[in-house]
C-alpha cells in the first residue's frame, strides 16, 4: 500500500480503569482515505479506544493527532468540531425529533455549521443517501432498528466528518439487513471518508477493510490487511486459545 | 420558504392584542380584579421562563422561588436608594450571575439529583439571608415603602411577560434552542454533534432566571413587608412547575394554558381552605402528572396529529413543501 498522508497518528495511549489497563500503550496510523477495522475479542479494548479518540474518556497517557493536532484530552465537543463523528455502539437517536431534525442536529454545529432552509435541504439530501428520503416527518423512537442505524450515519455524516469511527455499526442487523448496510458504507467510503470500525463481522471486514489493527488485553497483537492479520499464530491464540489446549 | 409562517403571524397578533388588554385593563376592573391581573401575570411569567430552560431541556428545577426573591430582596435593600430601572436590572443582573455560578457547578447533575439540588439551593439562599438579617441586618423583615401602584405593576408585568415571549420565541427558533431540544433527548448525542452542552445549558438557565428575578422585583412593591419566609416561599416553585406541566413545558405558549386555570384554582383554595392548602396543592400535582402528562398543549399537539395522520394532504407552509419535494423522488 502506497503511504499517503496519516490523518490519524495514536501514539503509546494508555487508559487506565482502577488496576485494569483497558488500553495500553497503544499506537497505530490512519491513512487519509482508508478503512481499518479495529478488531479484538471481547474486552480488548476496542470501544474504550475509540472512546479515546472521540472525547468521550480521556487518556491517562499518549498523543492523539489528527491531522497533526493534538487532540488527545478535549472534550467531544470540541473533537467534533475537528473533524471526527461517530456513531455509538448502542444506537443513540434523538428520540422526540424528526428524521429531518436528527439529521440538522449534525450540521448545526460543526466545524462548518449549516443551519436555516439550507440546513432543511442538506439534510434531506442526507436522508436520501442513506435510503431514508420517506421518514423525514417520522420521530427517531417510532422507527425500526435498522432505520435508526441509518439515521445515526446520516446524522454522522453531517458533521462533514474528515474521521468516522463506527462502534459495531452492523451488530444486531438480519442477514438481508446486513447486505444493505454493508452496500451502504461502500457508498460512503467511495465518497472518500475515512473510517475506522469496531466490528465482529468478518464479512464486512474482510469486504469493506483495507487494513486490520487487531487488538488483545489492551495492546496491539497484529496489523495488516485483513487475510493476514487474521491469520497470525497470537491473533488465532486470542481468540481460540492456546493450541496446545485446542 | 416563507420566512414568517402563518403560526408565527398568529401569535403575534395574539401578544400584541394580550398587551393592549392588559395595558387598559387597569381602567375597567377595581382593586380586585387588578390582584387577579398581577396574579395571573406574575405565574405566566415565571411558568414561562421555567419552562423556556426545563422544557426543551428535561432539567427540572426547583429554584424558581430562589431568583424570585433574589429580585424581591434586591428591591427591599436597593429600592430607596436607587432610580427604579437601575433597581430591576440589578435585580435581573444578580439573580443571572448566580445562577451562572449555579449553573456551572451543577447542570451536569441529572434528572432526581438535579430535582433536588434545585430544592436545595433555594432553601440555602433563603436560610443565608434569614442568617444574615438576623444577625448583621438587626432585623428578619424589611419594609417596602415604595410609591408604585398597582397599576403600574401591571404594566410593569405586561412588558416582561411580553419581552419574555419575543425572547423564548428567538431561542426556539435558533440553534441554542435547537441544542437545548438535543441535549433534552440526549445529552451524549449533543456532545459528539459538537453541541457545547455546559454553555448553552448554563446560558438558558441564567436567563429564565433574570426573569424570574425581574417578577420578584416588581411584585415587591405589593408585600410592603418582606421577610425571607414569604420572598422564599418554596409553595412558589411547586405552583410554577404544576402550571408550567398542565399548560405543557415543550411549548412556549404552553405554560400559559396551565396558568390560566390553575391561578383561579388557587385562588379559591386559599381562600376557602387556606390551612389545607399544601395538602391540595400535593393532590393537583399528583392528579395533573396522573392525568394529563404532557400537558394541555401535548393533547392538542396530539389532536393535531392525529388530523394530520387522517388528512395528510392538509398540512401547512414548509412541511407541504418538503411532502411535495419528497414525493418527486420516490
Known amino acids: 500500500m502506497t503511504t499517503s498522508t496519516t490523518l490519524l497518528s495514536v501514539r503509546d495511549v494508555t487508559r487506565r480503569f482502577g488496576n485494569l489497563r483497558a488500553v495500553d500503550a497503544l499506537s497505530f496510523d490512519i491513512a487519509e482515505g482508508e478503512i481499518v477495522g479495529l478488531l479484538g475479542p471481547n474486552g480488548s479494548g476496542k470501544t474504550t479506544m475509540m472512546n479515546l479518540v472521540s472525547g468521550a474518556l480521556k487518556p491517562n497517557a499518549g498523543t492523539i493527532r489528527l491531522a497533526g493536532d493534538d487532540i488527545a484530552g478535549l472534550p467531544p465537543n470540541r473533537i467534533a468540531r475537528q473533524g471526527i463523528a461517530r456513531t455509538f455502539q448502542l444506537v443513540r437517536v434523538l428520540p422526540s425529533m424528526n428524521c429531518l431534525d436528527n439529521v440538522k442536529a449534525g450540521l448545526g454545529f460543526g466545524a462548518e455549521p449549516v443551519w436555516g432552509s439550507a440546513a432543511d435541504s442538506r439534510a434531506e439530501a442526507l436522508l436520501q443517501r442513506v435510503g431514508m428520503a420517506h421518514r423525514c416527518w417520522t420521530l427517531g423512537k417510532d422507527l425500526t432498528y435498522m432505520d435508526q442505524k441509518r439515521l445515526e450515519l446520516a446524522r454522522a455524516l453531517a458533521l462533514q466528518p474528515r474521521l468516522l469511527l463506527l462502534d459495531e455499526w452492523l451488530a444486531g442487523l438480519n442477514p438481508s439487513e446486513l447486505v444493505e448496510a454493508i452496500e451502504l458504507l461502500r457508498k460512503v467510503r467511495g465518497e472518500g471518508v475515512t473510517m475506522v470500525m469496531v466490528e465482529h463481522v468478518m464479512d464486512a471486514i474482510r469486504s469493506l477493510c483495507d487494513r486490520c489493527v487487531i487488538m488483545n488485553a489492551g495492546a496491539k497483537i497484529a496489523e495488516g490487511a485483513p487475510a493476514e492479520a487474521l491469520a497470525e499464530p497470537e491473533v488465532v491464540r486470542a481468540y481460540l486459545g492456546d493450541d496446545a489446549h485446542a | ?330
Open chain 2, 1 to 330: 420558504m416563507m420566512a414568517l409562517s402563518r403560526t408565527t403571524l398568529f401569535g403575534g397578533v395574539l401578544l400584541l392584542a394580550g398587551v393592549i388588554g392588559f395595558a387598559l385593563l387597569p381602567g375597567f376592573v377595581g382593586g380586585y380584579g387588578l390582584s387577579m391581573a398581577i396574579n395571573f401575570l406574575m405565574f405566566a411569567i415565571l411558568a414561562t421562563a421555567w419552562a423556556m430552560f426545563s422544557g426543551p431541556s428535561g432539567y427540572v428545577s426547583l429554584a424558581t422561588v430562589a431568583f424570585f426573591g433574589i429580585g424581591a430582596y434586591t428591591v427591599a435593600v436597593l429600592g430607596e436608594r436607587l432610580p427604579w430601572g437601575a433597581v430591576l436590572l440589578l435585580a435581573a443582573a444578580i439573580a443571572f450571575l448566580v445562577a451562572l455560578l449555579v449553573g456551572l457547578s451543577t447542570l451536569r447533575l441529572r434528572g432526581v439529583y438535579f430535582v433536588i439540588f434545585s430544592f436545595g439551593l433555594a432553601e440555602l439562599i433563603r436560610q443565608v439571608v434569614n442568617w444574615y438579617e438576623s444577625t448583621q441586618a438587626g432585623s428578619v423583615g424589611r419594609y417596602v415603602f415604595l410609591d408604585i401602584t398597582q397599576e403600574q405593576i401591571v404594566w410593569q408585568l405586561t412588558a416582561v411577560l411580553a419581552l419574555l415571549f419575543i425572547v423564548g420565541w428567538l431561542i426556539e427558533r435558533s440553534r441554542v434552542g435547537f441544542a437545548l431540544r438535543m441535549i433534552g433527548d440526549d445529552e451524549t448525542v449533543a456532545l459528539h454533534c459538537g453541541v457545547n452542552i455546559t454553555l448553552i445549558k448554563v446560558l438558558v438557565f441564567s436567563l429564565s432566571a433574570a426573569f424570574m428575578a425581574l417578577v420578584g422585583a416588581i411584585v415587591a412593591p405589593r408585600w410592603t413587608y418582606l421577610d425571607p419566609s414569604i420572598a422564599f416561599n418554596p409553595n412558589i416553585s411547586f405552583q410554577v412547575l404544576i402550571m408550567a406541566l398542565l399548560g405543557g413545558a415543550r411549548r412556549l405558549y404552553g405554560p400559559l394554558l396551565g396558568v390560566i386555570p390553575m391561578v383561579l384554582l388557587f385562588e379559591y383554595l386559599s381562600t376557602h381552605f387556606p390551612h389545607l392548602f399544601s395538602v391540595l396543592l400535593g393532590v393537583t400535582f399528583l392528579a395533573i402528572v396522573y392525568l394529563v402528562p404532557h400537558g394541555v398543549a401535548g393533547l392538542i399537539e396530539g389532536y393535531v396529529q392525529r388530523y394530520r395522520k387522517r388528512f395528510p394532504g392538509k398540512r401547512g407552509g414548509e412541511n407541504a413543501g418538503a411532502k411535495a419535494r419528497q414525493g418527486g423522488a420516490l
